[in-house]
Each structure stands twice: as structure tokens, then as C-alpha cells.
């Protein structure tokens, strides 16, 4: 087994030191002014990566970052292993006994809330390709695939906060439009096997397209049924006979390694994987409420803003700043999700105010699409242009969800008030 050479070691501590303690002060930051903490932890990227600290002070940059090739390589190890616990806890968000509860009418807004900007996404990537790829793109069907793919997705922790944070988390409202993100979340994630598969995107991988989409679909199956009994089981036999506590949160982690393995050795990215086990994890009353604060504390607040961070060292965002394709990307994202929000509201028999608000609750993005787009980026699926128009396309959907949900909740709220004043009107003058 190599090492990490005995000089590289402080290169690494001082590297990871400095980017999770400034990522951890901009997701405060961000924190207090009512945005995910994932918005700070990507900013902190972008200011000491290559679109800033690189300019400003490149000799400070090239001393903590670009001279350390292999401190670099083991951060990025640890990096790794952040996206595939983020996962995994994204994946225990995800409530199977609320998605049948609710099925039906969340279904709606769901479905329609993910076809409609995956059509979007998919058709103008399809026409628009030349602008999008001036210099041509080796897969054409792939790559737009991919962009219908990422813009369909809503960001369940996203729009879990910010229903928190206008307090609607408990309503009708609230509640279906969880349900209808677990429904989003889960779908996304299936395409977006589907596009690793189309496009091939794992070399090393010994199957066929269509042997990996095979493989991932009984793998989902066997993980939601037989999979699930069998992760219950092992909690039972851990609470009972392992450490206390520990021996649980140990167990799980080992369930999610072996569920990122198998999707990796298919051809499918590690991170499907430990997101499915994730699902089966999250559906156990064995596995305890305190190791799931333990799980969730360690993962949003350690390993997470490492991997975010990184994502600033990817790419200049300054030199690849274009505000086309930014303007295309947010269009797209924004009308796609907008309508199907819509539609699927009115279908779920919601007051056109709350349709509207609905929309713009789905058309919060976060996480998944930054992963989504780093991994497209990485197998030239998309340019960095693209990404960058990504991850602002996610700055602004954020912003712009919360507020807009408060007004359009509020107008509906006002228009159940006048309805209600006019029925007590006519009933006082009937009694007269």
C-alpha cells in the first residue's frame, strides 16, 4: 500500500485546516443570512481557489495548494468519501412510508414537476447544442441528456429548510411538497444512472449500457425489499450484541461503503449507490434517532463542506464566466420547473396561488445538481461554462425560492379571507 510521504503531511493538514475551518466560517456566514450553509462552503472554494486567491496572491495559492501534488491527491480521497456520506444521508431523508401515504396526490406534482424540465432541458440542449459546445461535443444525446437530467432535480434539504424557515413544514402544503421532493429526488437519481449508462462514463466498467441499467434497477429493487429486511436485522443484531450506539453507526457505514462498491464495479457512480442504502438506512427504527443526529452532525459540518470546497479548485469561474450561457441555463431551469410546478399543483387541486408557490418550491436546486455537474464536467459531458452556469443557476433558484413561496402563500391566504368575508356577508343577509 503507498503512503503519503512524510513531507506531505503537514502540506495536507495545514490544506485541510484552512479549507474546512474558511468554509465552515462562510456556511455560518451564509447561515445567517437565511441561505443553505452549502452556498458558503462553495463561495469559500471560489475565493481561495484559482478564481481569486490564484490572482490575487498566487505565491500564498501555489505554498498551500498547487506545490503539494500529493497532499492534493489524499485530500481529494477525503473528498470522496464526504460526497459518498453526504449521500448517504441525503438518501435517509427520503421517507418510503410517507411516499405511499401520499403518493397519489404528490405524484402529480412530482411527475410533472420532473418531465417537464427534463423535456425543457433536454429539446433547447438538443438545438442550442452548437452554442453550448461551440467546439462540438462527442456525445451529443448524452450531454443533453445530462442537462435535462440536472435541471429536473429538487433539492429535498433545500426546500426542507426553507419551509422551515417560513414555517409552512407542518402544513398540507408542506407536507405534499416533501413528499412530492422524495418522489423528485428518487426519480432524479434514476435518470441520472441512466445518463452515466448512455454515456459511459465509467470505462474501467466490463458491462454493457444495457447490463448496467439492468444491474442498477435489480440492485434498487433488491435494496427497497429483501436488502432493507436484511439492514433491519443487522441493526437488531449490532444494538444487541455490539457496542451500544457505535457499534450501529458502524455497521451503517459499512452498508453504505459495500452499496457505493457494487455501483462503482457496475459502471454506475459510487454515489448511487450509497444513496439507495441510504434509503434503506433512513427506513429502519433500529437505527436510532441519536445516531442519525451523530451521522448527520459529522457529515454536514466535517465532510461535506470539505468536498463543496473543492469544487472551487475545479474551475476558474472568473475566466469562465459567461453570462450566455448563464442566461440560458437559468431560463431553462427556471421555466422548466415553473410550469411542471404549476401543473402538477392544479392537478393536485391547488388554488393558483399555491400552484405558483409550488413552482417555485420545486425550482429550488442545491446539491445534487453541483454533483451531478462536476461529474458531467469531469467526463466532458459538459464545458466548465456549463458548470459554472450550473452551480450560479443554484445561487439563484435558492435566493429566490423562499420569498416568492412566502408571497404567493400570502395572496393565496388573502384570497381564502375575501371569500370567507363575502360568505359571512350573504349569510348575514339572508338572516335579515
Known sequence: MHRLPSEEVLPFLVMVATLLLTGRLMGELFRKLKMPQVMGELVAGILLGPSCLEHVAPDVYNSLFATHEKAGIAYDGLGRIGILLLLFVAGMEINLKTIQKKANAAAAISLSGVAFPFLVGFIASWFLSGYLWPNGVEDKFASSLFMGTALSITALSVLAKILIDIDKIKSKFGNLMMTAAMIDDFIGWMLFSLVVSVANLESESSFEGWQVMFMVLGFATFILTAGRRAIHWS????????????????????????????????????????????????????????????????VTYIFAPLFFISIGFRVDFIENFDGGVIAFVLLIAVLGKMIGGFIGGRLGKFSTNESIAIGFGMNARGSQEIVLGLIALNAGLITDQIFVALVIMTFVTIMIAGPSIRYFLSRHQDDEDEEDEQERIQSAGKAD
Do not use: K, Q
Open 235 to 298: 441493526f437488531t443484531f449490532s444494538n444487541r450484541y455490539l457496542s451500544r450506539g457505535g457499534g450501529t453507526l458502524s455497521v451503517a457505514i459499512v452498508f453504505c461503503i459495500f452499496g457505493a462498491v457494487f455501483t462503482e464495479w457496475i459502471g454506475l457512480h459510487a454515489i448511487f449507490g450509497a444513496f439507495m442504502v441510504g434509503i434503506a438506512v433512513g427506513d429502519s427504527e433500529h437505527f436510532s434517532h441519536r445516531n442519525r443526529e451523530m451521522l448527520h452532525d459529522i
